[in-house]
DNA sequence: GGTTTCCATAAATACAGCTTATCAAGTTTA
DNA sequence: TAAACTTGATAAGCTGTATTTATGGAAACC
């Protein structure tokens, strides 16, 4: 079969012609692609002389397409366009001078959010985006750069990571839910307190279930509480006074240092999971994206 | 806007990008490219650093695509082959080995026809290929570089076109057909037979109308008789003796010289149109179309 | 009639893309 | 275990094509 390169001089004589064609002028397209008009003349013969097909209509001060080049021209656009978007999709991620971070509400908030004040001071020419998003979505289709992700990376064999915090889980309270009522001694007590659930909706998240287990009890114990489906919320109805909840440390332990949250038992789940700072690992990441990386993995361990 | 020229090197690496993505490998891209491997190795490498991401895992005798690379190359593979479509479309007119006429099934019946045994003659080493067709198709977008049409060559900016034969009309009848009736004598006469009208459905053709009129009787006195809508079949109608129909010169004069047909009085309608021959502007003809063309011209005039 | 603003053409030039040559790596096989 | 084979990477150098520079011609417009 004739190959595209037999069909056509240079592939690159198809780019003068989109713009020739789109701009009804060899000057004009001259100017668009940085060259001189006479190299947009000498390409559009070329092409035209290869193709065996008159391209264009030389008229006083303008070239207009032929029927036959209209078509043409049509055809080439579209699928230079189609390229063209690719391309840019897949350089969006390495360039450009903001940096997208993508993680969940629960890592924005208790998080990022804490430490954004000391994030503007130290990268203050970096303009940081936080797109939020409870699906794990595909960072490389989306053009991020960057993500926070817990598990194993072994599942995520098309990024590089680099942990940032254990998996570490304790039961929290409010500051003021423990006043007039008695403070858990052993874990047991906790099935006697209003317990917060999680319900992550796309996520699997360690659940009540999981910690009472790890305690050695039988999770048809665990009374029915709160169902909650953003853990922005159950921190929030924590705060509330409105009941115990888990507290992954890397999210609440700043809270509970501060003193608004409680830690209650002594027991803490340790799931052998790391979050992690994620990057698509076939794709160059821009300075600034890396300099988000490394104060990410830099900020001190909670 | 970053223009598709700053994100990719060259346009043509991305031809080369799209063969290895396909075959999964340099060497084999190079053979089918008709280069060397070397040169693969090198657009690929600088496509890659041009996008600042990396297409292929190199791997042990053979290259595969990174997930970035896969998209990245189901979208280069899209966008060429529209363009190579359409690239082979516009020079299938001007080449290839053999030539399409497009025509009426008419002109095919009672003017090729009768001269394809000496176009084979003449011309041995194309192969013809006549399209039928009572609609007046897009020469252009069917890829077609020639065509026998009536009318009048303004019509047709997109088209060139030279003369074949004037439009010159004429009433006949089948050999028996005047076999115990009696012939007519004058043109009045002729409202006594049994007429045969075409009703083209899709182009306007004279009519028995058109032709009284030139004779100066009245429309509404032609009376109604046979209608059929393909001049094959009027023209077989009349041969099989069922009445008169209009016969064009250039397509019965043949018939009528043979003695297989009968001109019925003396008066000729001559429209002042001529059947062309047209080909499409802009594009180049093929060595062969144009042998095509210059015997169809050559033929001598009935 | 001069001016302007397009496109075409010719000659000169620069440099991208290609080839040649060689190396390295990894699997097969002997 | 080492030699052979295949495939990709790399370096150096060459070639040819895309581009520029320079010029001319045509068509409108003032």
């Known amino acids: 079969m004739e190959t595209l390169r037999s069909l056509v001089p240079s592939i690159n004589s198809l780019v003068v012609f989109e713009a020739a064609g ?5 000057t004009a397209a001259s100017r668009e692609l940085g060259m001189t008009q006479a190299a947009v003349s000498y390409a559009i013969a070329r092409l035209e002389e290869h193709l065996g097909a008159t391209l264009f209509l030389r008229e006083y001060r ?79 289709g989306e053009g991020i750069p960057l993500a926070v992700r817990g598990g194993d990376p072994n599942h995520w064999p098309n990024y590089l990571s680099e942990p940032l915090a254990p998996e570490e889980i304790y039961p929290v309270c409010g500051a003021g839910y423990l006043a007039g009522r008695s403070a858990p001694m052993t874990e047991a007590d906790l099935l006697l307190h209003q317990l917060i659930h999680l319900e992550e909706p796309y ?28 853990y922005v919320l159950v921190i929030q109805s924590v705060l509330a006074g409105q009941g115990v909840a888990l507290g992954w440390r890397h999210l609440v332990g700043g809270l509970v240092d501060s003193g608004v949250l409680v830690r209650l038992t002594n027991h803490v789940l340790t799931t052998g999971l790391q979050f992690h700072v994620i990057w ?12 988000v990386r490394e104060w990410l993995l830099a900020q001190p361990r909670v």
């Open 22 to 26: 789109r701009l009804s002028s060899f």
């Open 62 to 140: 303008r070239v207009r397409l032929t029927e036959a080049g209209e078509r043409f021209h049509a055809d080439v656009s579209i699928g230079l366009s189609h390229i063209h978007r690719s391309a840019r999709d897949l350089r969006a991620v390495t360039t450009g001078s903001h940096v997208t971070l993508s993680c969940s509400t629960a890592f924005a908030s208790f998080w990022m959010v804490p430490r954004m004040a000391q994030f503007r001071e130290e990268l203050p020419h970096i303009d940081l985006r936080i797109q939020t998003s409870d699906h794990d979505l595909d960072l490389l």
């Open 203 to 230: 996520r699997t998240a360690a659940t009540w279930a999981d910690w009472f287990s790890a305690v050695g009890i039988d999770r048809r114990r665990i009374p029915k509480g709160l169902q909650i489906n953003d």
């Open 280 to 291: 698509p690992r076939d794709i160059s990441m821009s300075q600034c994206a890396q300099q």
